[in-house]
């Protein structure tokens, strides 16, 4: 530590720490339009000038280092008038008759100017007024009165400014604002490492471009927002609320819930209202990022397209009801079907998009007032198979690892369709460790991805074929004696079965490829214990759980490779698909076990559950979600009770979950959205949105975080938490049970119980529960690591092309709930994918309508030529049109389904756009 000295005052700073943050953290106003914490100084905007004792001149304290015995003084008349010059040269080329009148604050918007005829913005009309650093710095350094070029022509006020950007519907770009401090440029290549925005031109003609000059949405801009955060002036504006947003009312902390990362937030509300987003540091994983989905989709949709009010269905129509009359239809036809058919023939589908607190709920309804442990949700079998391949190879579910931990890492391997797409902020994480660490990175994917650009190594199978790499990649481990030797000092179960195993045929080009990556894999594995620095991600897919479970099992046996037996569960980052998958298995939201992973057969497990429930649940194993559709096909089942769920979106076969649901005697959907499935309903309950929530959800490295309910509800919509505790109470006394343990003050009382029964949770108490903190690990540690033998399976033979799917970055899972035409707002992802080789075998054009067609279903969507994929597979968005692509997929098939491909005609102007650009 060294010892300074400011104005006077002795401050304690690390040897070598920028002055500039030494000098702020010391409560001494710095003033700096060009600086950003984190990054290397730019010295750009020269206003952080101060005397330094000793030194030739002013300096800036960007650049400066502390060291000790330096003596600073920030606040002589020399600095004073030093930072008013600088700061005039800046107001030069800026709208700036505000910034130096002293009347500002008595001029109200619609006031003319008194001072200057030619003023063509003015602060009080603009919208990031008194929320703007160059503002700030104006009255703060006393630029009022301070006119150095008084008579002077100004060049600024005399030049037609260029026009603002308002093409795209999430950002504002406003090149007559601009101060050239850099700062946008900056923080997309050196924090997001997309380098969508640059300095374009020189001398008096540079400004700032996007892309080649174009629109901001034309170039490869992903609209994460990032460069709003930084901007000092009103450059770049948010677009849909950017006034609203000056006159937040106030902010409230929760999270994004549009991926497992979890993204920690804060939303600024307004009336009731959220007008504004800004990332909120509690999850150290996001810190201060975010992505599109998290920045801009709390308004993908608007509030009339939230349900208002219950619904019930009358003469074959849904129609408004009151809460009693809804309540009652609910109660009375859940109650007649269980004394009719048996409490299992009521099955529950809870949701990864609902707290864990009302997930908790769900399965409490489920089992201790109906008696059934048929409770699933629509991803549940790809959830069950990578959990049951984790269980085998570590003998738990529940991973340590730390996302943290990435930038720690000295190889890291990737196995996702998408990671940018899928989970942004993760590829995020993963790219900052390349960029600035210079990370090893290996990414396993047949499709094309931003990520792959960052890679030493793509691995590129076909799709389907991801496990086939990864077991060729071990086997190429496993012929490393020395990698060897040093395992069997603590080797994992089976690794000598593991090493017999056949090894996979792979084509030319991939075998060396794998040769590479095993190379630095075993380099990094080689190291002493301490030292292995091998982190592994695998994003889980929505579709095929087989597929899931093996290639899961196929990465935790590379992590016990890399990493030995103790660090393997450390090093391996399981992403599932959506926010809270961990969460709803915690909480019980699956058909074998209870509440903290405790098995229904256990009568010992059976009797804790019953301390908190005063009853206990039923001992026989439920179904989930693919079970229960046979079991309605069987007449077995004959009513089903959602939360949130939305099984004709994501669940596979479409069309036989859609005949399911349409002969169940009742249906019961508890959601914000009139989804698919609840469109089907008897008897809908409307929930409040995401942003509208209390609770909890616990992200991909099982970080708990805290939800608040920032927006008002919507009509006589209610928590999904309040909904299921009214109809438990309410179905438990017409059922003559005890309904005593259903009232419910809040989510914190929830949360007291469930933190009584899993463990997990025992600090996650509301009164001591720190938001982004990780789970209570204690008696869920890895207890087992045991290599496993791969299932893997050629790729299924047929007619066609192959046709993959996964979520993507732009669309919003609300507004494809909807089907709203605006769920992807930059129509970015409205196509499917083909390579040129493919298109041009079909006679395919860019932009055409094509039919994608199996004996499961059809899909029309527009064909987009790209080398994304690889010749004899296609992609569609998951999203697009509301799941659409799921009427291709049967429960059997697997993350691959095959179709025929058919154009349609193609419209006149599509032909003339392709012939411009001279398309084949």
């Known amino acids: 530590m060294a010892t300074i000295t400011a104005n006077d005052n002795p401050i304690e700073a690390p040897e070598g720490a920028p002055l500039l943050e030494v000098l702020r953290k010391a409560g001494i106003y710095i003033p700096s339009l060009c600086y950003l914490e984190g990054l290397p100084p730019y010295g750009g905007c020269r206003m952080c000038l101060v005397e330094i004792e000793g030194a030739h001149g002013l300096q800036l304290s960007c650049t400066s280092k502390v060291s000790d015995g330096m003596i600073v003084r920030t606040d002589t008349p020399e600095v004073v008038e030093a930072r008013r010059a600088v700061l005039s040269l800046i107001l030069a080329n800026h709208s700036d008759r505000c910034l130096t009148c002293h009347r500002i604050v008595k001029c109200r918007p619609g006031d003319t100017c008194l001072r200057d005829n030619l003023v063509s913005h003015r602060c009080v009309t603009c919208s990031k007024n008194y929320r703007c650093d160059l503002q700030t710095a104006c009255d703060i350094v006393g630029m009022a009165g301070y006119e150095p070029w008084l008579d002077e022509l100004r060049t600024y006020y005399l030049t037609e400014p260029p026009p603002a950007d308002r093409a795209n519907p999430f950002l504002e770009f406003d090149p007559q604002m601009c101060i050239l401090c850099t700062r946008c440029v900056r923080a997309c290549d050196e924090i997001r490492h997309t380098g969508a925005i640059t300095l374009a031109e020189r001398g008096w003609d540079t400004h700032i471009a996007f892309g080649a000059g174009d629109t901001v949405h034309e170039s490869n801009c992903d609209f994460c927002g990032a460069c709003i955060d930084v901007c000092p002036t009103a450059t770049l504006m948010e677009k849909s609320n950017k006034w609203a947003a000056g006159q937040t009312e106030g902010w409230v902390p929760t999270a994004c819930a549009y991926c497992s990362v979890g993204c920690t937030i804060s939303l600024g509300v307004k009336r009731g209202r959220a007008v504004i987003v800004r990332p909120e540091p509690s999850n150290p994983v996001s810190d201060d990022q975010l992505c599109i989905r998290g920045r801009f989709h709390y308004d993908a949709i608007r509030d009339d397209d939230r349900l208002a009010q219950p619904l019930l269905r009358r003469d074959g129509e849904l129609a408004a009801a009151s809460w009693d009359q809804a309540l009652e239809s609910a109660i009375s036809r859940l109650a007649a079907v269980r004394e009719e058919h048996g409490p299992e023939a009521v099955a529950f589908l809870g949701s990864p998009f609902a707290t864990n607190e009302e997930n908790y709920l769900l399965q409490k309804l489920a089992r201790a007032v109906v008696g059934s442990n048929n409770v699933g949700c629509s991803g549940g079998a790809v959830t069950d198979a990578v959990a049951q391949s984790l269980r085998r190879a570590f003998g738990t579910e529940v991973l340590p690892a730390d996302m943290t931990d990435l930038a720690k890492a000295r ?13 942004n902020v993760a590829c995020l994480r993963v790219k900052d460790a390349v960029v600035r660490n210079s990370v090893r990175l290996i990414v396993v994917t047949p499709r094309w991805g931003e990520l792959c650009d960052f890679a030493q190594v793509w691995l590129r199978p076909k799709p389907g074929r991801e496990a086939h790499v990864l077991a060729a990649l071990a086997h190429a481990l496993l012929q490393d004696e020395e990698l060897v030797a040093s395992l069997k000092t603590s080797p994992a179960a089976g690794l000598e079965d593991l090493a017999k195993a056949s090894v996979p045929a792979l084509r030319d080009d991939l075998a060396d490829a794998v040769k590479r990556a095993a190379l630095s894999l075993a380099g990094a594995a080689k190291e002493p214990p301490g030292e292995r620095r091998i982190a592994i991600v695998y994003a889980v897919p929505h579709l095929g759980a087989q597929a899931a479970g093996t290639v899961t099992a196929a990465v935790a046996n590379l992590a016990m490779l890399c990493c030995g037996p103790q660090e393997a569960a450390r090093s391996l980052v399981v992403l599932p698909p959506e926010v809270n998958v961990w969460g709803l298995q915690d909480m019980g939201v699956t058909p074998g076990l209870l509440p903290g992973y405790r098995p229904v057969e256990d009568e010992g497990a059976r009797r804790e559950v019953e301390k908190a429930w005063s009853v206990s649940p039923p001992s026989a194993a439920g179904l989930g979600l693919r079970e229960a559709l046979a079991a309605v096909q069987e007449g077995r089942v004959k009513a089903m009770v959602v939360l949130g769920d939305n099984p004709l979106f994501v669940a596979p076969d479409k069309a036989l979950v859609k ?14 959205l009139l989804s698919d499935t609840a469109r089907l309903a008897q008897v809908v309950l409307p929930d409040v949105g995401v942003f509208g929530k209390d609770g909890t959800y616990t992200s991909a490295d ?9 927006v008002a509800p919507i009509g006589e919509a209610h928590p999904a938490w309040r909904i299921l505790a009214e109809l438990g109470a309410a179905l438990a006394q017409r059922l003559g049970l005890d309904g005593s343990t259903w009232d419910y003050a809040g989510p914190a009382q929830i949360m007291d119980e469930i933190a009584s029964l899993v463990p997990l949770y025992g600090q996650a108490r509301y009164s001591e529960l720190e938001s982004g903190a990780q789970q209570a690990f204690a008696g869920f540690q890895p207890s087992a690591a045991v290599l496993q033998p791969l299932a893997l399976e050629p790729t299924a033979a047929g007619e066609g092309l192959v046709v993959t799917s996964s979520r993507t970055l732009y669309t919003s899972w609300e507004g494809a709930t909807i089907h709203s035409p605006e769920a992807d707002k930059l129509h970015r992802e409205e196509f499917v994918e083909i390579s040129a080789a493919d298109a041009a ?11 994608l067609a199996n004996e499961r279903g059809e899909l029309t969507i527009r064909a987009k030529i790209s080398d994304s994929v690889l010749s004899g597979s296609v992609f569609v968005p998951l999203y697009y049109d509301g799941g ?23 419209s006149p102007s599509v032909r003339a756009e392709n012939s411009g650009r001279g398309t084949a």
């Open 411 to 423: 190889t890291i391997l990737v196995v996702a369709d998408d990671l940018e797409s899928s989970h």
């Open 659 to 672: 005949t399911c649901l349409s002969s169940l005697d009742f249906l019961l959907v508890i959601d914000s």
């Open 702 to 710: 099982r970080r708990i975080l805290r939800l608040r309910g920032a």
């Open 841 to 851: 075998s079909l006679g395919v054009e860019d932009g055409q309508e094509v039919i």
């Open 884 to 906: 659409a692509v799921t009427a291709l997929f049967g429960h059997e098939d697997g993350a691959l389904a095959r179709v025929r491909i058919t154009g349609k005609q193609l």
